[in-house]
């Protein structure tokens, strides 16, 4: 069986799998930060799944700076890692297991090729919106992860030169622009009381005016960052996921704004909402470890 793991900024959720299918599923608050307790918890749940039969690889994702390849987090800001941390040494170490980590958006890229809203994709392009933007490339049904595993920062496109300054130390990223609280604090220019996206899309489907044109610019603002994605690869398909793309008409809509963007050869570009919703990371850990297994390797 396969264990898979994916560390969020407050839980770990956990699915055990047997083929396809899991056997067990889970999750675990954190608690604490850092990398101590961290490993606490990873074993925690190893404890938990290991009666249900016996692991034979366990496959992590996180979101920070992942590099895969080393098994390594270099830093994640929401989990207090701020230095290198072999995580895969040292839980392979410790159950003489093939341990397998990855980047949680890349891993959701890799769920929805493999299981989910790209399955019959060669060639894709996955992007989450959620507190930030974060996207993958999945290229001839690999990751693409370019020259260290850093590939995909689609959230620092800069779509606004010299705009507003977001936490990587530059200016006018499309995140600042695209992401939910984004959304959320154009629509508060509007009207102050709106503080979160359940509210927001309330008042939307309400027809409130001013709610309504803040969306319709964020929408413009997603297009901006697609545009360009659409260009440097011409994907078989854009999935959208995070929990806000559940709003059944900006799929659509999206599409539709897009493919009026982009130079006239582009406009047949196809854009479809993420299938497996937050269990898309644990699906793309599942495929991983079985690919790595295959190919021999334990990290
Ligand atoms: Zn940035």
Same mark, same amino acid.
């Given at each position: 069986m396969i264990l898979t793991i994916d560390i969020g900024g407050s839980? +770990?959720?956990?699915?055990? @799998?047997?083929?396809?299918?899991?056997?067990?599923?889970?999750?675990? #608050?954190?608690?604490?930060?850092?990398?101590?307790? +961290?490993?606490?918890?990873?074993?925690?749940?190893?404890?938990?799944?290991?009666? !249900?039969?016996?692991?034979?690889?366990?496959?992590?994702?996180? !979101?920070?700076?992942?590099?895969?390849?080393?098994?390594?987090? %270099?830093?994640?800001?929401?989990?207090?890692?701020?230095?290198?941390?072999? *995580?895969?040494?040292?839980?392979?170490?410790?159950?003489?297991?093939?341990?397998? %980590?990855?980047?949680?958006?890349?891993?959701?890229?890799?769920?929805?090729?493999?299981?989910?809203?790209?399955?019959?994709?060669?060639?894709? $392009? @996955?992007?989450?919106?959620?507190?930030?933007?974060?996207?993958?490339?999945?290229?001839?049904? =690999?990751?693409?992860?370019?020259?260290?595993?850093?590939?995909?920062?689609?959230?620092? @496109?800069?779509?606004?030169?010299?705009?507003?300054?977001?936490?990587?130390g530059r200016k006018g990223c499309f995140e600042r622009y695209a992401? $939910?609280? !984004?959304?959320?604090?154009?629509?508060?220019?509007?009207?102050?009381?709106? #503080?979160?996206? =359940?509210? *927001? @899309?309330?008042?939307?489907?309400?027809?409130?005016?001013?709610?309504?044109?803040?969306?319709?610019?964020?929408?413009?603002?997603?297009? *901006?960052? +697609?545009?360009?994605?659409?260009?440097? *690869?011409?994907?078989?398909?854009?999935?959208?996921?995070?929990?806000?793309?559940?709003?059944?008409?900006?799929?659509?809509?999206?599409?539709?704004?897009?493919?009026?963007?982009?130079?006239?050869?582009?406009?047949?570009?196809?854009?479809?909402?993420?299938?497996?919703?937050?269990?898309?990371? +644990?699906y793309g850990m599942l495929f991983r470890a079985n690919l790595r297994?295959?190919?021999?390797?334990?990290?």
């Open positions: 839980a +770990l959720k956990y699915a055990l @799998f047997e083929g396809e299918l899991p056997e067990m599923k889970g999750e675990l #608050t954190l608690g604490e930060r850092g990398a101590e307790n +961290l490993i606490k918890k990873i074993c925690e749940v190893y404890d938990i799944c290991s009666e !249900a039969g016996r692991i034979k690889a366990i496959a992590i994702d996180s !979101a920070g700076l992942i590099d895969s390849n080393k098994g390594q987090i %270099i830093s994640a800001a929401n989990l207090g890692i701020d230095e290198p941390l072999p *995580l895969c040494d040292i839980i392979g170490e410790k159950y003489g297991l093939p341990v397998y %980590i990855a980047n949680d958006v890349n891993a959701a890229a890799i769920g929805e090729m493999a299981y989910g809203a790209a399955r019959e994709n060669v060639n894709y $392009v @996955f992007v989450a919106f959620g507190t930030g933007v974060g996207g993958a490339a999945v290229v001839g049904r =690999r990751l693409y992860e370019g020259k260290r595993g850093l590939a995909g920062e689609i959230g620092h @496109f800069i779509t606004h030169p010299n705009g507003l300054p977001c936490p990587c992401s $939910v609280p !984004a959304l959320v604090a154009k629509a508060a220019e509007h009207d102050p009381s709106v #503080t979160n996206g =359940r509210e *927001l @899309f309330d008042r939307y489907y309400a027809g409130d005016e001013n709610i309504v044109k803040a969306v319709d610019e964020w929408m413009d603002e997603i297009v *901006l960052g +697609l545009v360009s994605i659409t260009h440097l *690869l011409d994907p078989g398909a854009i999935v959208l996921g995070g929990g806000i793309m559940n709003e059944k008409f900006l799929v659509p809509e999206i599409e539709k704004r897009l493919r009026a963007a982009v130079m006239k050869e582009y406009s047949n570009i196809c854009v479809r909402g993420a299938e497996l919703g937050n269990a898309a990371a +644990l297994l295959k190919e021999g390797k334990n990290r």
